[in-house]
T-cell receptor, first 114, second 112 residues
Framework: KAGVTQTPRYLIKTRGQQVTLSCSPI?????VSWYQQTPGQGLQFLFE???????NKGNFPGRFSGRQFSNSRSEMNVSTLELGDSALYLC?????????????FGAGTRLSVL | KQEVTQIPAALSVPEGENLVLNCSFT??????LQWFRQDPGKGLTSLLL?????REQTSGRLNASLDKSSGRSTLYIAASQPGDSATYLC???????????FGKGTKLTVNP
Protein backbone atom coordinates (compact mmCIF):
# COMPACT_ATOMS: atom_id res chain seq x y z
CA LYS A 1 0.00 0.00 0.00
CA ALA A 2 1.53 3.29 -1.11
CA GLY A 3 2.20 5.92 1.56
CA VAL A 4 1.43 9.62 1.55
CA THR A 5 3.00 11.29 -1.46
CA GLN A 6 3.94 14.95 -1.53
CA THR A 7 5.10 16.81 -4.61
CA PRO A 8 7.34 18.51 -5.30
CA ARG A 9 9.98 17.62 -2.72
CA TYR A 10 11.85 20.89 -3.07
CA LEU A 11 10.85 24.34 -4.26
CA ILE A 12 12.68 27.63 -4.57
CA LYS A 13 10.60 30.76 -5.04
CA THR A 14 11.09 34.49 -4.68
CA ARG A 15 9.17 36.90 -2.51
CA GLY A 16 5.80 37.89 -3.90
CA GLN A 17 5.31 34.71 -5.94
CA GLN A 18 2.72 32.08 -5.18
CA VAL A 19 3.16 28.34 -4.82
CA THR A 20 0.98 25.23 -4.90
CA LEU A 21 1.91 22.04 -3.05
CA SER A 22 0.25 18.69 -3.64
CA CYS A 23 -0.54 15.78 -1.35
CA SER A 24 -1.89 12.34 -2.28
CA PRO A 25 -3.14 10.48 0.81
CA ILE A 26 -3.06 6.75 1.45
CA UNK A 27 -5.75 5.01 -0.53
CA UNK A 28 -9.00 4.95 1.46
CA UNK A 29 -8.01 7.80 3.77
CA UNK A 30 -10.47 10.69 3.75
CA UNK A 31 -8.79 13.17 6.08
CA VAL A 32 -5.81 15.28 5.03
CA SER A 33 -4.02 17.71 7.33
CA TRP A 34 -1.27 20.19 6.54
CA TYR A 35 1.51 21.38 8.87
CA GLN A 36 4.32 23.89 8.64
CA GLN A 37 7.61 22.99 10.33
CA THR A 38 10.30 25.58 11.09
CA PRO A 39 13.30 25.38 13.44
CA GLY A 40 11.92 28.18 15.62
CA GLN A 41 8.21 27.33 15.83
CA GLY A 42 8.31 23.59 15.37
CA LEU A 43 5.28 21.89 13.80
CA GLN A 44 2.24 24.11 13.44
CA PHE A 45 -1.19 23.05 12.21
CA LEU A 46 -2.38 24.78 9.04
CA PHE A 47 -5.71 23.11 8.21
CA GLU A 48 -7.53 19.83 7.88
CA UNK A 49 -9.84 18.63 5.12
CA UNK A 50 -12.36 15.84 5.17
CA UNK A 51 -14.60 14.93 2.24
CA UNK A 52 -13.67 18.13 0.40
CA UNK A 53 -14.57 20.35 3.37
CA UNK A 54 -12.20 22.29 5.57
CA UNK A 55 -12.98 21.16 9.12
CA ASN A 56 -10.29 22.92 11.09
CA LYS A 57 -7.97 25.84 10.51
CA GLY A 58 -4.86 26.99 12.36
CA ASN A 59 -3.70 30.52 13.06
CA PHE A 60 -2.19 31.39 9.72
CA PRO A 61 -2.97 34.40 7.49
CA GLY A 62 -5.39 34.15 4.60
CA ARG A 63 -2.45 33.85 2.18
CA PHE A 64 -2.45 30.17 3.12
CA SER A 65 -5.31 28.24 1.59
CA GLY A 66 -6.09 24.71 0.59
CA ARG A 67 -8.59 22.43 -0.99
CA GLN A 68 -9.42 18.77 -1.26
CA PHE A 69 -10.67 16.96 -4.31
CA SER A 70 -13.25 14.17 -4.57
CA ASN A 71 -10.45 11.56 -4.70
CA SER A 72 -9.13 12.96 -1.35
CA ARG A 73 -6.01 14.45 -2.94
CA SER A 74 -5.27 17.86 -1.48
CA GLU A 75 -3.46 20.98 -2.54
CA MET A 76 -2.13 23.84 -0.47
CA ASN A 77 -1.54 27.29 -1.90
CA VAL A 78 0.50 30.15 -0.52
CA SER A 79 0.13 33.52 -2.23
CA THR A 80 2.40 36.56 -2.01
CA LEU A 81 5.27 34.58 -0.53
CA GLU A 82 7.33 36.08 2.29
CA LEU A 83 10.81 35.11 3.50
CA GLY A 84 9.25 33.73 6.68
CA ASP A 85 7.28 31.18 4.66
CA SER A 86 10.48 29.18 4.13
CA ALA A 87 9.77 25.88 5.86
CA LEU A 88 9.12 22.18 5.52
CA TYR A 89 5.45 21.65 4.69
CA LEU A 90 4.10 18.31 5.78
CA CYS A 91 0.91 16.59 4.80
CA UNK A 92 -0.70 13.82 6.84
CA UNK A 93 -3.58 11.54 6.07
CA UNK A 94 -5.79 9.47 8.33
CA UNK A 95 -8.63 7.07 7.85
CA UNK A 96 -11.32 9.27 9.27
CA UNK A 97 -11.16 11.89 12.01
CA UNK A 98 -7.62 13.27 12.12
CA UNK A 99 -7.50 13.79 15.86
CA UNK A 100 -8.71 10.29 16.67
CA UNK A 101 -6.75 8.10 14.30
CA UNK A 102 -3.12 7.49 13.51
CA UNK A 103 -1.82 10.12 11.14
CA UNK A 104 0.53 9.04 8.38
CA PHE A 105 2.92 11.71 7.15
CA GLY A 106 4.49 12.32 3.77
CA ALA A 107 8.17 13.19 3.33
CA GLY A 108 7.31 16.88 2.99
CA THR A 109 7.95 19.71 0.58
CA ARG A 110 10.84 21.97 1.49
CA LEU A 111 10.06 25.51 0.38
CA SER A 112 12.77 28.14 0.21
CA VAL A 113 11.75 31.75 -0.38
CA LEU A 114 14.53 34.05 -1.59
CA LYS B 1 -5.42 26.43 24.23
CA GLN B 2 -3.45 23.18 24.26
CA GLU B 3 0.26 23.46 24.92
CA VAL B 4 2.63 20.51 24.63
CA THR B 5 6.08 20.50 26.20
CA GLN B 6 8.84 17.94 25.77
CA ILE B 7 11.78 17.53 28.11
CA PRO B 8 14.67 17.20 27.56
CA ALA B 9 15.20 19.02 24.25
CA ALA B 10 18.22 16.83 23.53
CA LEU B 11 19.61 13.63 24.96
CA SER B 12 22.82 11.72 24.25
CA VAL B 13 23.25 8.19 25.59
CA PRO B 14 25.54 5.20 25.03
CA GLU B 15 24.20 2.21 23.14
CA GLY B 16 22.29 -0.29 25.24
CA GLU B 17 20.90 2.20 27.75
CA ASN B 18 17.23 2.31 28.66
CA LEU B 19 15.80 5.81 28.45
CA VAL B 20 12.66 7.85 29.05
CA LEU B 21 11.36 10.79 27.06
CA ASN B 22 8.79 13.08 28.65
CA CYS B 23 5.79 14.91 27.24
CA SER B 24 3.36 17.14 29.13
CA PHE B 25 0.17 18.81 27.98
CA THR B 26 -2.08 21.45 29.51
CA UNK B 27 -5.58 20.42 28.40
CA UNK B 28 -6.62 16.95 29.53
CA UNK B 29 -9.71 16.84 27.27
CA UNK B 30 -7.97 14.72 24.65
CA UNK B 31 -8.96 11.75 22.51
CA UNK B 32 -5.47 10.31 22.36
CA LEU B 33 -1.78 11.09 22.36
CA GLN B 34 0.61 10.12 19.61
CA TRP B 35 4.36 9.66 19.53
CA PHE B 36 6.26 10.18 16.30
CA ARG B 37 9.81 9.84 15.13
CA GLN B 38 11.44 12.20 12.63
CA ASP B 39 14.76 11.56 10.91
CA PRO B 40 16.70 14.58 9.58
CA GLY B 41 15.03 16.15 6.56
CA LYS B 42 12.28 13.54 6.53
CA GLY B 43 8.62 13.33 7.40
CA LEU B 44 7.20 11.88 10.60
CA THR B 45 6.74 8.20 11.34
CA SER B 46 4.00 7.21 13.76
CA LEU B 47 5.35 5.09 16.64
CA LEU B 48 2.49 4.70 19.07
CA LEU B 49 -1.00 6.05 19.61
CA UNK B 50 -2.53 5.83 23.08
CA UNK B 51 -6.26 6.30 23.37
CA UNK B 52 -7.45 8.46 26.28
CA UNK B 53 -8.98 5.36 27.90
CA UNK B 54 -5.66 3.50 27.84
CA ARG B 55 -2.75 3.73 30.26
CA GLU B 56 -0.06 2.09 28.14
CA GLN B 57 0.78 1.02 24.61
CA THR B 58 3.70 -1.13 23.56
CA SER B 59 5.46 -1.79 20.27
CA GLY B 60 8.68 -3.81 20.34
CA ARG B 61 11.25 -1.98 22.46
CA LEU B 62 8.95 1.03 22.82
CA ASN B 63 6.45 1.58 25.60
CA ALA B 64 4.34 4.71 25.97
CA SER B 65 2.25 5.60 28.99
CA LEU B 66 -0.46 8.19 29.44
CA ASP B 67 -1.69 9.90 32.61
CA LYS B 68 -4.49 12.21 31.52
CA SER B 69 -5.19 13.60 34.96
CA SER B 70 -1.65 14.87 35.38
CA GLY B 71 -1.24 15.81 31.71
CA ARG B 72 1.78 13.59 31.15
CA SER B 73 3.02 10.93 28.81
CA THR B 74 6.32 9.10 28.71
CA LEU B 75 8.03 7.14 25.96
CA TYR B 76 10.29 4.39 27.23
CA ILE B 77 12.95 3.00 24.87
CA ALA B 78 14.60 -0.21 26.00
CA ALA B 79 18.12 -1.26 25.02
CA SER B 80 18.73 1.76 22.81
CA GLN B 81 20.56 1.33 19.48
CA PRO B 82 22.34 3.83 17.19
CA GLY B 83 19.44 3.42 14.74
CA ASP B 84 17.15 4.96 17.35
CA SER B 85 18.90 8.31 16.84
CA ALA B 86 16.23 10.75 15.68
CA THR B 87 13.94 13.46 16.97
CA TYR B 88 10.94 12.16 18.89
CA LEU B 89 7.76 14.22 18.95
CA CYS B 90 4.55 13.86 20.89
CA UNK B 91 1.24 15.34 19.77
CA UNK B 92 -2.29 15.54 21.06
CA UNK B 93 -5.53 17.28 20.20
CA UNK B 94 -6.85 20.69 21.14
CA UNK B 95 -10.29 21.19 22.64
CA UNK B 96 -11.58 17.89 21.37
CA UNK B 97 -10.97 19.00 17.79
CA UNK B 98 -9.12 17.30 14.97
CA UNK B 99 -6.25 19.76 15.28
CA UNK B 100 -3.02 18.17 16.53
CA UNK B 101 -0.65 20.21 18.69
CA PHE B 102 2.97 19.08 18.70
CA GLY B 103 5.76 19.45 21.19
CA LYS B 104 9.11 20.79 19.98
CA GLY B 105 10.61 17.31 20.23
CA THR B 106 13.51 15.55 21.92
CA LYS B 107 16.58 15.01 19.77
CA LEU B 108 18.04 11.64 20.73
CA THR B 109 21.58 10.55 19.89
CA VAL B 110 22.62 6.97 20.70
CA ASN B 111 26.38 6.57 20.57
CA PRO B 112 27.91 3.22 19.52
Amino acid sequence: KAGVTQTPRYLIKTRGQQVTLSCSPISGHRSVSWYQQTPGQGLQFLFEYFSETQRNKGNFPGRFSGRQFSNSRSEMNVSTLELGDSALYLCASSLDRAGRNIQYFGAGTRLSVL
Amino acid sequence: KQEVTQIPAALSVPEGENLVLNCSFTDSAIYNLQWFRQDPGKGLTSLLLIQSSQREQTSGRLNASLDKSSGRSTLYIAASQPGDSATYLCATGEGGSEKLVFGKGTKLTVNP
